[in-house]
């Protein structure tokens, strides 16, 4: 499901836009030199914080979702990673966010019986389109830390 493309294409698509929000920021730094060379204070504490509040903003809307995803991507593909049998029972309605990576859990049974202790719970990528599992299809789930980083039928 994942590769070393994958990790390449986030991260120049983290450049590009860490490359537009420096854009604004160096015109806002000019504009605090350029008041306090001219003994404007006002501005000067204006400009100051309107140049945190664009970092701040842009950080957590703009890169700080694709710096927790290039993370767990190096992590899927690079770390220590576990397999898996067991049996399809269902997806989770609702999205669930670890690490600031958004999921959509499901459920996997070990030992093909409605026995909730033998249910395992994972986490499959909501970036990606979800499989067409019926419920009780057996399946070999490759994870790392509970995040299915591929799989196939049996």
Same mark, same amino acid.
């Given at each position: 499901?994942?590769?070393?493309?994958? %990790?390449?294409? @986030?991260?120049?698509?983290?450049?590009?836009? +860490?490359? #537009? $929000?420096? =854009?604004?920021?160096?015109?806002? &730094?000019?504009?605090? %030199?350029?008041? @306090?060379?001219?003994?404007?204070?006002?501005? +000067?504490? #204006? $400009?100051? =914080?309107?140049?945190?509040?664009? &970092?701040?903003?842009?950080?957590?809307?703009?890169?700080?979702?694709?710096?927790?995803?290039?993370?767990? $991507?190096?992590?899927?593909?690079?770390?220590?990673?576990?397999?898996?049998?067991?049996?399809?029972?269902?997806?989770?309605?609702?999205?669930?966010?670890?690490?600031?990576?958004?999921?959509?859990?499901?459920?996997?049974?070990?030992?093909?019986?409605?026995?909730?202790?033998?249910?395992?719970?994972?986490?499959?990528?909501?970036?990606?389109?979800?499989?067409?599992?019926?419920?009780?299809?057996?399946?070999?789930?490759?994870?790392?830390?509970?995040?299915?980083?591929?799989?196939?039928?049996?």
């Amino acid at each position: 499901m994942y590769s070393s493309q994958n %990790v390449t294409d @986030i991260t120049s698509q983290l450049r590009k836009r +860490t490359f #537009l $929000l420096a =854009i604004p920021l160096v015109l806002l &730094l000019a504009g605090v %030199v350029a008041s @306090i060379l001219h003994r404007v204070q006002w501005l +000067t504490i #204006l $400009l100051f =914080i309107l140049c945190c509040f664009v &970092l701040i903003f842009c950080w957590g809307l703009f890169l700080s979702p694709l710096h927790q995803y290039r993370k767990f $991507l190096q992590s899927a593909i690079h770390g220590q990673n576990r397999t898996m049998e067991g049996y399809f029972k269902r997806f989770v309605d609702e999205k669930s966010e670890r690490d600031g990576v958004y999921f959509i859990p499901l459920f996997i049974n070990i030992s093909n019986s409605d026995e909730e202790e033998d249910d395992r719970l994972f986490y499959f990528d909501a970036n990606l389109p979800l499989p067409d599992w019926k419920v009780g299809e057996k399946l070999s789930i490759t994870s790392q830390d509970k995040a299915v980083i591929s799989w196939q039928r049996i």
